[in-house]
């Protein structure tokens, strides 16, 4: 269990990471409001482990990104069924298989997820 959400959080953290890596390009000097980020339901993202890493990384860059507020949208995830080709809507990213047959054969339609749709400056 330790390990589990060690790990979660180092997933986390390398996320913040590349986000702040997208918008400080973009920020040029300016400071960072809001991030707005997609979030696809595959990436297996705990919000509060999310909002956490960010306030982590935002404090070790510079003066920009001081208190920049994270907005999170999470996306669906849709699967298709290679025995029985049923599409299914996956809202739970833990469990990934077949809604009418259960099988966990399944091809990711989208679910993965990971952008910057939009930021703020002031
Ligand atoms: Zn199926």
Not at 63 to 86: I, K, N, Y
Not at 103 to 111: N, P, Q, T
Request: hydrophobic letters at 40%.
């Amino acid at each position: 269990m330790y390990l589990a959400r060690q790990h979660g959080v180092v997933h986390e953290l390398s996320l913040c990471q590349a986000i702040a890596g997208v918008v400080k390009p973009h920020a040029a000097g300016r400071h960072v409001d809001v991030v707005r980020v997609q979030v696809g339901a595959l990436r297996q993202v705990v919000p509060e482990s999310l909002e956490f890493c960010w306030s982590l990384v935002c404090e070790h860059l510079d003066d920009s990104m001081t208190d920049t507020q994270l907005e999170l949208e999470f996306l669906p995830a849709e699967v298709a069924c290679r025995p029985c080709g049923e599409r299914s809507v996956i809202d739970s990213r833990w469990s990934v298989c077949c809604a009418k047959c259960e099988s966990v054969d399944v091809e990711v339609l989208r679910g993965n997820e990971f952008l910057v749709t939009s930021i703020e400056v002031s």
